[in-house]
């Protein structure tokens, strides 16, 4: 499977602690985004990579969070001191840039169901 | 505010017959939407896309349909069938926005047998 692959699955932790996630986007796709999606909501976007650099960043992203992608292959997502309302499901998709004048299509991951006690 | 808006939050349609589901959105520089299914703990599923010069694409038995000066677009599914019951989210984008995704809250389809 080429899919876009995301791990872990499901994460609990205690609030304060760290969590790491990673994303694995399909092969030869040069952006990737991270989502974060909450019960009755649809995703929202955190940030996103062309190749390695970290182009933009949500404002819903707070100085708890950092990303990195550092050969433009897989990328992390980290969550510092975190609190219960980071509890969400995280969403990687990747795309490839320049695609189609039309549009990008992203696909997206499994997700990362993280749940802080 | 909401960008993008998903009015109804459910559907039923007995299968076989036809499930339109209505996304409305507010952002005029939107060029680019998509449809994405949802199963519980799994990640969106694309389905289908349109661009803004468009006004229907067709991929099977879905359907996305755009009328720009209404800002809106519909996705047909026909005919309906049980495993097509999920969550159904629309999305928009732009290229000015570095194509992220802009997504509405999902409509949940229950197809009954």
């Known amino acids: 499977d080429t899919g876009v692959s995301q791990n872990p699955r499901h994460k609990i932790t205690k609030r304060g602690q760290n969590v790491t996630f990673r994303c694995d986007p399909i092969s030869e796709h040069n952006r990737l985004y991270w989502y974060r999606q909450t019960l009755g909501q649809g995703p929202e976007f955190l940030t996103y990579f062309q190749n390695e650099a970290q182009l933009e960043k949500s404002r819903l992203l707070s100085d708890r969070f950092s990303a990195e992608r550092p050969k433009g292959s897989f990328s992390t997502l980290e969550i510092q001191r975190t609190e219960q309302g980071d509890s969400a499901m995280y969403l990687c998709a990747s795309s490839v840039y320049g695609s189609g004048f039309l549009g990008e299509t992203q696909y997206f991951g499994p997700g990362t169901r993280l749940l802080v006690l | ?113």
């Open chain 2, 1 to 113: 505010d909401q960008q993008v808006k998903q009015n109804s939050p459910s559907l039923s349609v007995q299968e076989g017959r036809i499930s339109i589901l209505n996304c409305d959105y507010t952002n005029s520089m939107f060029d680019y939407f998509l449809w994405y299914k949802k199963y519980p703990a799994e990640g969106p599923t694309f389905l289908i896309s349109i661009s803004s010069i468009k006004d229907k694409n067709e991929d099977g038995r879905f359907t996305v349909f755009l009328n720009k000066s209404a800002k809106h677009l519909s996705l047909h599914i026909v005919p309906s069938q049980p495993g097509d019951s999920a969550v159904y989210f629309c999305a928009a984008t732009s290229g000015g926005s570095n194509y992220k995704l802009t997504f509405g809250k999902g409509t949940l389809l229950t197809v009954n047998p």
